[in-house]
């Protein structure tokens, strides 16, 4: 049975649309009957319907950073000029996820989605809901990487421009060790019950380990150093977590952070070309940058080079930033203009 | 009551002597009544007592792997010239520590020992035990630079050279954190059961759990990615996971693990010097060679640079290996070469 969890509202997120896109039968063989995307949209659809960009998410988030840090007229995600689609991944809370889900699937029952599962209800979103055949972008980060890759490798005539920022098309075994204890820091706590907790906040403390191994990766060992967290407003490392990590991740599903994680630790592109990664992204057409960030622990500029100089045409944009992974979160002052000098190139490039 | 523990047993460590050292009084204001410490010995002192070694452990570690792979005819550490004393830290399971120590402070009842306490003890044992005044070397990794920072700071006359190896004089705050989601592992262990377990097997899950928190930060993103451990005749990640980093940690006891990360978190020369960093080390005579590990992923080499840069005459020799912090285990063919040579120059120096 689904539960009541305040954090995936509206009263939280701001306006966001349940779409339907039917029913959506999974990589895995399990079945979303009627599956729901929660959308955020931003900017008008010309008449060509060639200005529409795909947000997809990553693990944890939702439209709500994007429309806050990443979106706006004073952005290269600019809706004066541009249509732009946040598509909420499933699992993550908003859409279809295992708390929210109808009784056959809800809970412990949800079944394993992956990567490619996202994106092909994305693409059957936008073509069917909207009309788009092409679009002129796809951008996420982390999560939203692997999502944007798959993108560009599966349907790649209908992606014009890709902007993968933080994140692989290929996960690392490093990474899947990675979200592996972090999966366990949840589902090692009673309270979680195998996935039939009555209440998240049975799941408090699992969620409060979580948050602190997010500490331990998702920034990097200069952000603790240099105590980046004041500029935050935080006046203790111990303040920090309790009042921005831990709170952040306790608000959270349990189950729709570990639906997450699965799909996480399994993103891969060469799914597509029998496991040869060259070929898988030797598909892409999509013009391409590759934007790692700098001080990323899980996600080294490295091993997204590495799949870089297996994309035609891209190029290696790294984005500078102390804070590392969670630079995501766009807090930074010098990060957001890295990303729109990025992205902006991108948008005038030739698709 | 203290419990067994089949692997700190001389069938699984080999040779090595408990000399007790008497009462410890600690920093913490805790008391060690009757102080043993486990030490190993190789070669002879000289009767001017001059050609001393000193060999701190590190974290879950023991004499045992300086004895097999650090030390020999064929090393720097050469017993056919040096006396070198590998001494095992307080908790480590050899010396006094939680599952050994008498009732009164066994188990959960141990109280809090500092990097401070096993130096002070380590130096009492070299001096009372030995009639050694001044140290030729003192050399160890990770916890062991700990203590070996220590020594050169606290005792800077009677320490000629000092190699701190892949570890910190002042622990910094990433490492903190991290050592905290180490601790967690075993502290949410429902079989931990705060401190009072029956067996180290009633926390089995919580020590595998441990394990692999080491396989995330101990080894490098690339380690993973190259595959290294087929070096190590494994076949698979998971196979690797269950038959070398487990095994590892599930032979080990909790309450002394738990010891351990509770000092390492806290290493901090700076404490002589009411918290200045640079003057503590600048204290230092010794000859140092500060050797961090070029893919460490908690003590890396720029945290490591910058503490070499505040001691007078020291050198940095980096070491490269992509193990990463857990190359300190000397697998890699081309890591002792390297060790030997730079603590061959080390010795080679003026001390």
Same mark, same amino acid.
């Given at each position: 049975?689904?539960?009541?969890?305040?954090?995936y509202?509206?009263?939280?997120h701001?306006?966001?649309?349940?779409v339907g896109?039917?029913?959506?039968?999974l990589?895995?063989?399990g079945?979303?009957?009627?599956?729901?995307?929660?959308?955020?949209?931003?900017?008008?659809?010309?008449?060509?319907?060639d200005?529409?960009?795909?947000?997809?998410?990553?693990?944890?988030?939702?439209?709500?950073i994007?429309r806050d840090?990443y979106?706006?007229?004073?952005?290269?995600?600019?809706?004066?000029?541009?249509?732009?689609?946040?598509i909420?991944q499933i699992?993550n809370g908003?859409?279809?996820s295992?708390h929210?889900?109808?009784?056959?699937?809800?809970?412990?029952?949800f079944?394993?989605?992956?990567?490619?599962?996202d994106?092909?209800?994305?693409e059957?979103?936008?073509?069917?809901?909207?009309g788009?055949?092409r679009?002129?972008?796809v951008v996420?980060?982390?999560?939203?990487?692997?999502q944007t890759?798959?993108?560009?490798?599966?349907f790649?005539?209908?992606?014009?421009?890709?902007?993968?920022i933080?994140?692989?098309?290929?996960?690392?075994?490093?990474d899947?060790l990675?979200t592996?204890?972090?999966?366990?820091?949840?589902?090692?706590?009673p309270?979680w019950?195998?996935g039939?907790?009555? #209440?998240s906040?049975? *799941? $408090?403390?699992g969620?409060?380990r =979580?948050a602190r191994?997010?500490? %331990?990766?998702g920034f990097?060992t200069?952000f603790?150093?240099?105590?980046?967290?004041?500029a935050?407003?935080?006046?203790s490392?111990e303040?920090?977590l309790?009042?921005f990590?831990?709170?952040?991740?306790t608000?959270?599903?349990?189950?729709?952070?570990?639906t997450?994680a699965?799909k996480?630790q399994?993103?891969?592109?060469?799914?597509?070309?029998?496991?040869?990664?060259?070929a898988a992204?030797?598909?892409?057409?999509?013009?391409?940058?590759?934007?790692?960030?700098?001080?990323?622990?899980f996600?080294p500029v490295?091993?997204?080079a590495a799949e870089?100089?297996?994309?035609a045409? #891209?190029?290696?944009r *790294? $984005?500078?930033?102390?804070?590392? =992974?969670?630079?995501?979160f766009? %807090?930074s002052?010098?990060?957001?203009?890295q990303i729109?000098?990025?992205?902006g190139?991108?948008?005038?490039?030739?698709?």
């Open positions: 049975m689904s539960i009541e969890n305040a954090y509202t509206h009263e939280f701001g306006d966001f649309e349940l896109i039917g029913r959506l039968e990589e895995e063989g079945v979303i009957d009627d599956c729901q995307l929660a959308i955020a949209t931003f900017g008008t659809l010309n008449d060509a319907k200005n529409a960009i795909v947000v997809p998410t990553w693990y944890s988030g939702t439209h709500q994007w840090a979106i706006g007229s004073d952005h290269a995600l600019n809706p004066d000029e541009w249509f732009i689609v946040s909420n699992g908003l859409s279809t295992p929210n889900a109808p009784d056959a699937i809800s809970m412990s029952k079944p394993d989605v992956r990567i490619g599962d994106v092909v209800a994305q059957r979103l936008m073509r069917e809901h909207f788009v055949e679009l002129a972008l996420g980060g982390s999560m939203g990487a692997q890759y798959e993108w560009a490798v599966r790649p005539d209908q992606v014009a421009r890709a902007a993968p933080a994140g692989t098309a290929h996960n690392t075994p490093h899947f990675f592996r204890t972090l999966m366990e820091t949840i589902t090692c706590d309270g019950s195998d039939e907790y009555k #209440s906040d049975d *799941v $408090v403390a969620l409060e =979580h191994m997010w500490g %331990v990766m990097s200069e603790w150093k240099q105590e980046v967290w004041r935050l407003d935080f006046d490392m303040a920090f309790e009042g990590l831990q709170p952040y991740f608000a959270m599903d349990p189950n729709d952070l570990l997450m699965w996480w399994r993103g891969d592109v060469a799914r597509h070309t029998d496991g040869d990664l060259a992204l030797g598909r892409i057409t999509a013009k391409t940058f590759v934007m790692p960030i700098d001080e990323d622990m996600f490295r091993d997204c870089q100089a297996l994309i045409g #891209s190029e290696l *790294v $984005v500078e930033d102390v804070l590392g =992974h969670l630079g995501l766009a %807090v002052p010098d990060y957001m203009p729109d000098r990025h992205l190139e991108l948008l005038a490039a030739d698709g």
